[in-house]
């Protein structure tokens, strides 16, 4: 188990720590290249990952609402902490509501629990996002539009895929290839640049930081494992639910404080504990959810 454990995380870890030394050693600007993955790579990867196998969407509901227990208990949680401690309340809730499904939640669940059960990881991969970039963004500032969040390339990867899906159109394969072939460049460029975004922070909060970056895994680790003792989840499925609840908050988080003015100090502080936390975090819930 200790192996197989350390076998799941290495690669993941090995990828953010060559962003890391890299962005040590050179100066690095990575906008362009996160730009391409989240309006090109991490809709393909989505779209060829719904197509290539079936996703039956009705059969990860009761899955779907256990992470929507973790992802709002969570939230409400964090939002009772940070009242009580006078807190800027968006900056301290939604990264504790929105972790990093993304950067490393993805290849986690695909190392951990293979392709085959990979159409439930994309399921709650696009779910997310869908609501980080609705209701995360919505938190931040209250009056952003909801019609233009909409209109992003995720929910179009998603839209087609289950057009796809539901018609079975067929793919051919010199067109599919390709697709999967860029999609496929969107889990390392994502933990490459997790570990660059790590070596640019500054941070000056590590008091809340540590706080809320402790919070978030127990909070979540403890309602995903209540979600598994109260409801009825495949071996799998509940090893992808206790993954989920272990996640540190996602990056992205930062970038929405800095351009809403929501105390980016804080979120930058809550995003580096978290990360740094879920070295002991990610191993445990790993343990509980391979058992």
Known sequence: ?????????????????????????????????????????????????????????????PLLLAVLVVTIGSGLLAWLVARLLRLNVPAFVVP?????????????????????????AVVIFVTLSLLHFTVGIRLFNRGAPLASMLN?????????????????????????????????????????????????????RWGAGLLAGLLCPVSGLLLAWLCVQLWEFSHAQAGILLLYGALPPAVINYLFAEQYRQDPELVAAIVVAGTLLSLLFVPLALALGLR
């Open 1 to 61: 188990m200790p192996y197989q454990i350390f076998s799941i995380i290495a690669p993941v870890l090995l990828l953010a720590l060559a962003g890391w030394a890299y962005a040590r050693w050179r100066s690095i600007d990575l906008a362009a290249l996160n730009r391409l993955n989240i309006e090109l790579l991490s809709p393909l990867l989505v779209f060829t990952a719904m197509t290539q196998r079936p996703v039956h969407w009705g059969a990860y509901g």
């Open 152 to 204: 992003t390339p995720m929910v179009w990867a998603l839209l087609a895929g289950i057009a796809v899906q539901q018609l079975a159109i067929p793919m051919p394969i010199w067109v599919f290839k390709p697709m999967e072939m860029l999609g496929s460049m969107a889990i390392p460029l994502m933990l490459f640049s997790l570990g660059v975004r790590m070596a640019q922070f500054r941070v000056t």
């Open 96 to 120: 504790q509501m929105f972790t990093n499904t993304g950067n490393m939640g993805l290849p986690l669940w695909l190392f951990a629990f293979g392709a085959q059960e990979f159409a439930a």
